[in-house]
């Protein structure tokens, strides 16, 4: 049985750091979204925040990012 690494997100602040001010950012898009609101800025931005979010937190802790990425690029290969 292969042992899954510790993804740095754990073990370092800076990244840690990194990853959760993109993981709030996402999730005031997300809150934000379909309300009208000066925040709200639209179902196409937000899925594209989110792209660059997931391409960012890949390139700084693969581990952790093959936790957190987006569950319905896997579901579509059903």
Same mark, same amino acid.
């Given at each position: 049985?292969?042992?899954?690494?510790?993804? !740095?997100?754990?073990?370092?602040?800076?990244?840690?750091?990194?990853? @959760?001010?993109?993981?709030?950012?996402?999730?005031?898009?997300?809150?934000?979204?379909? $309300?009208?609101? !000066?925040?709200?800025?639209? &179902?196409?931005? $937000?899925?594209?925040?989110? !792209?660059? +979010?997931?391409?960012?937190? !890949? &390139?700084?802790?693969?581990? +952790?990012?093959?936790?957190?990425?987006?569950?319905?690029? @896997?579901?579509?290969?059903?």
């Amino acid at each position: 049985m292969k042992s899954r690494t510790k993804p !740095k997100y754990y073990t370092n602040k800076s990244i840690k750091k990194k990853i @959760d001010t993109m993981l709030e950012q996402n999730a005031r898009n997300q809150s934000a979204l379909g $309300t009208g609101s !000066k925040y709200d800025i639209g &179902e196409e931005e $937000t899925k594209k925040s989110w !792209k660059q +979010f997931e391409s960012d937190i !890949k &390139e700084i802790d693969v581990d +952790f990012y093959n936790i957190i990425k987006n569950q319905n690029d @896997d579901l579509s290969n059903m």
